[in-house]
């Protein structure tokens, strides 16, 4: 069961323009566009008439238009014409979800309407802020979201999976401390004189070793930031690693991924930047495909029962938030139905 009353990460805002996208979250198929006024929209991406995606179909102004029948929607998902007759009876409309543009990224909320909070949505504020250069992708991956979200959130795999660019012997052995506030969890860990990672010491320009300071938090449904401090008596620069992770099926996920930097030049044309980005997505692919071998096993796993040992305590409290959230929702919707 997917948590339904929570914010997702469902598209870039870029990648919303007058051309309809189709993507599944939670197993719900929806289609997003933006009108020819600015606004962002999410519908079912069903046409009530005869099934057709409406993903098919075709935005002009402040519609969408059906590719089967030319039947026009608002994004509201009211019908606003049938070509075939004047009338337009009640039940021709397609649902629509609170869609709110934050942080440059679209959320959707697929529960119920009435808790749509956008205050809710988790806070990003370095995006955009003096001084932070970011750039965000989207990954599809084979592999379930939570198997995804505790990939990114446990940073102890880090010497073993990124040995070669931005792990560190010494993340094996410091533990780290994890606390829980309300539906947050926080992990922190601090290191003292380690030797930098290739891919740090190119960043800082660090020449011997340094001081590092790693800080996660995770909110629900699964939506994980880290802030990643290092430096030495000559410099300190931060990196920011900002991951919403938004489930598509029970075996594949939309795992969105940034980097945030408050060092080096502004200019994407930058070679500096450039080379930065490259190294990004090489950090990443390593994760990526380490998910989906884990979903490979998890399907060959049969009764197996995962032992948990002392790195999965962030995760596991992160667990356990997700399955009583999961619980309230099946309450409301007992309480619903009664």
Known sequence: MFLMNQWYAAALG????????????????VVMFRTETGKAAALDDRCPHRYAPLSAGECRGEIIACAYHGIEFGADGACTLIPH??????????????????WGWAWIWLGDPLRADPSTIPDYAWFGAAGWHSFQRHYYVKANWEICADNLLDLSHTPFIHK?????????????????????????????????????????????????RATVVWEPASNMNA?????DSANSIILRLTN???????????????????????????PMALRFQE???????????????????????????????????????????????????????????A
Request: with cysteine; glycine share 6%.
């Open 14 to 29: 870029k990648e919303l323009g007058p051309r309809p996208l189709a993507r599944t979250i939670c197993d719900v198929p």
């Open 85 to 102: 007759q004047p009338n337009i009876p009640p039940k021709m409309r397609v649902r629509s979800y609170p869609f709110v543009e934050r």
């Open 164 to 212: 070669k660019t931005v792990g560190v012997p010494e993340m094996a052995t410091i533990p780290v401390e994890t606390t829980v506030e309300g539906d947050r969890v926080f992990q922190r860990r601090v290191m003292s004189q380690v030797v930098p990672s290739p891919f740090v010491a190119e960043w800082g320009g660090f020449k011997g070793r340094i001081d590092r």
């Open 227 to 231: 802030e990643l401090l290092y430096e």
């Open 244 to 270: 919403p992770v938004t489930p598509e099926t029970e075996r594949t996920t939309h795992v969105w991924f940034a980097w945030s930097r408050n060092f080096g030049s502004a200019s994407d044309a930058d």
């Open 279 to 337: 190294q990004s997505y090489a950090v990443m692919a390593e994760d990526v495909s380490f998910m989906e071998i884990q979903q490979q096993g998890l399907d060959r796993a049969g009764d197996f029962q995962p032992v948990a040992i002392r790195a999965d305590a962030t995760l596991i409290q992160a667990r356990r938030i997700v399955e009583r959230l999961r619980q309230e929702e099946r309450a409301q919707a007992r309480r619903q139905s």
